[in-house]
């Protein structure tokens, strides 16, 4: 039986811990149904790093996909995702544009969304409010909003 040997320290002592054969299938075995990282650290007990570490060590292919994710939201032609990447949504930059066109709604609370984060931030004193009124008017031309709207 091959074991692999990870070191922790704990108050300056490394602390030994020995990954056996059941844990690293069973990491596996989560990994392909999807699980994330700190979802297979709770099911396994094992410590979130030991698990990241492992993951990212021994890269493992999701064998499907969700369905709601395999086709393009505008022309619902299947898309080839890409593993350990972000999902895609469109199949290129035309149906993208088209369904956000399609889709005023998502823009509005795009919108909005950004812009609560801004306002927490402002709230923070993080930015000025000369930066949050560029950052309102950058957001707004990426979304579409009239400089009139009552959403502003």
Same mark, same amino acid.
């Given at each position: 039986?091959?074991s692999k040997v990870s070191a922790i320290?704990?108050?300056?002592?490394?602390?030994?811990?020995?990954?056996?054969?059941?844990? *690293?299938?069973?990491?596996?075995?989560?990994?392909?149904?999807?699980?994330?990282?700190?979802?297979?650290?709770?099911?396994?007990?094992?410590?979130?790093?030991?698990v990241k570490s492992f993951c990212a060590?021994?890269?493992?292919?999701?064998?499907?996909?969700?369905?709601?994710? @395999?086709?393009?939201?505008?022309?619902?032609?299947?898309?080839?995702?890409?593993?350990?990447?972000?999902k895609r949504m469109f199949c290129s930059?035309?149906?993208?544009?088209?369904?956000?066109?399609?889709?005023?709604?998502?823009?509005?609370? @795009?919108?909005?969304?950004?812009?609560?984060? /801004? *306002?927490?931030? *402002?709230?923070?004193?993080?930015?000025?409010?000369?930066?949050?009124?560029?950052?309102?008017?950058?957001? /707004?031309?990426?979304?579409?909003?009239?400089?009139?709207?009552?959403?502003?």
């Amino acid at each position: 039986m091959s074991s692999k040997v990870s070191a922790i320290r704990f108050m300056h002592k490394p602390i030994i811990l020995i990954m056996t054969d059941t844990e *690293r299938s069973r990491i596996v075995e989560l990994q392909q149904q999807g699980y994330g990282y700190k979802k297979i650290s709770a099911i396994t007990g094992l410590p979130l790093n030991t698990v990241k570490s492992f993951c990212a060590r021994h890269h493992v292919q999701i064998k499907e996909m969700p369905d709601s994710n @395999a086709l393009c939201r505008n022309c619902l032609t299947p898309l080839e995702q890409t593993p350990h990447k972000r999902k895609r949504m469109f199949c290129s930059d035309a149906c993208r544009m088209a369904w956000w066109n399609a889709h005023p709604e998502r823009r509005l609370m @795009a919108y909005q969304t950004a812009m609560a984060l /801004a *306002r927490s931030m *402002r709230s923070k004193g993080l930015i000025s409010a000369k930066e949050y009124a560029k950052i309102d008017t950058i957001i /707004a031309e990426k979304y579409g909003i009239s400089s009139c709207s009552i959403f502003r």
